[in-house]
């Protein structure tokens, strides 16, 4: 009974397990380095997204609404850049949004749909409305709301999303129309699809 009763309190113990069994399988990740399955994101500093922001409504004003919107999806800020260089991107892809006619907004992303990588761009283009929209939510239960519920006026020509004073529930609401109205638009084009890619996606904007 004695040599039962030690057996057992020694296989009980926390210290009986000596041996890494994970080492022993090829395919753990013990054995590699799993940084590796992620490819390197390309890192955007604020100067250049504030450079591709003035290429952007350099487009606006010349009317080009369509390769102002792809020039945004296609350079899009991923996590690995600084929060202002995400924040100044988000602005812009929100400006461009606004400025577009509802009336051209399915037409608009059909045709980029249909182009090489379109796919992608309105991947991201779903990943910047939900961003959005996260940060219009954000603002909306504090007394400071940030980008995109408040933007600055720009030279433009176009409305901005800005706050009224004294009515800022008034702006995030519309800050929030645009953005659900986007949302609604991609879906119809990009299917259902799309909303599982952008959830899925280890790249955050």
Known sequence: MSVIREHTQATLSDAWRTINIDALQEDSSVNFDTSTLHPPLPEASEPEVRQLAGQVRQLLRGGDA???LRGCLESPVYSNSSEL???AHLQTVIEVLQSIKASDMTPMLQRIY???GGSECLDVLMKYLYKGMAATSTASGSSAPRTPTRMTP???GFS???ARPGAPTESTGAAMSVLLSWHEKVVE???LGCIGRVMTDWRRV
């Open 160 to 162: 901005q999303i800005g």
């Open 85 to 87: 260089a995400r924040d």
């Open 66 to 68: 369509e390769g102002a």
């Open 189 to 191: 084009v990009a299917g």
């Open 154 to 156: 720009q030279q433009t």
């Open 114 to 116: 249909a182009s090489p």
